[in-house]
């Protein structure tokens, strides 16, 4: 198989680059390969946050890269350069929506939704 890497700062008319856009893609699709480059050096390693949880306020004696969210301002800090940053927060609450259609009346009784009468009381009793 041959493999070939065409690299160009030539910028053709639409029409063309259209063209040979697909010319190039079929090249690709039939096995023209990839290009084939030499892997560059590795990155420098990230550093590790520590997650110390919810809590109603910082951690006492932080070290550079605690995290936390704190609950009573609904923010997330990170510990750097000696304070507390904001790491990320919540968003405000949406609008409302649009209330639903109202369901439909259960059944009422047989005397709507009053009881039956009670019984007749006693004779009250006099004061004097």
Same mark, same amino acid.
């Given at each position: 198989?041959?493999?070939?890497? %065409? =690299?160009?700062?030539?910028?053709?008319?639409?029409?063309?680059?259209?063209?040979?856009? !697909?010319?190039?893609?079929?090249? !690709? !699709?039939? /096995?023209? /390969?990839?290009? &084939?480059?030499?892997?560059?050096?590795?990155?420098?390693?990230?550093?590790? %946050?520590?997650?110390?949880?919810? !809590?109603?306020?910082?951690?006492? @004696?932080? &070290?550079? @890269?605690?995290?936390?969210?704190?609950?009573?301002?609904?923010?997330?800090? %990170?510990?750097?350069?000696?304070?507390?940053? %904001?790491?990320?927060?919540?968003?405000?609450? /949406? =609008?409302?929506?649009?209330?639903?259609?109202?369901?439909?009346?259960?059944?009422?009784?047989?005397?709507?939704?009053?009881?039956?009468?009670?019984?007749? /009381?006693? @004779?009250? =009793?006099?004061?004097?």
């Amino acid at each position: 198989m041959i493999s070939h890497c %065409i =690299v160009t700062n030539y910028t053709p008319p639409h029409a063309f680059r259209r063209n040979l856009s !697909l010319a190039l893609i079929a090249l !690709l !699709l039939v /096995g023209f /390969g990839a290009c &084939q480059y030499p892997t560059g050096p590795s990155g420098t390693n990230g550093v590790g %946050i520590t997650w110390k949880g919810s !809590l109603a306020s910082a951690p006492e @004696n932080p &070290q550079t @890269n605690w995290a936390y969210y704190n609950t009573t301002d609904k923010k997330s800090y %990170i510990y750097a350069d000696g304070a507390w940053t %904001i790491f990320s927060q919540d968003g405000s609450d /949406g =609008v409302d929506g649009k209330d639903g259609d109202k369901g439909d009346t259960g059944a009422t009784g047989a005397k709507g939704d009053t009881g039956d009468a009670g019984a007749p /009381g006693g @004779n009250g =009793v006099g004061i004097t």
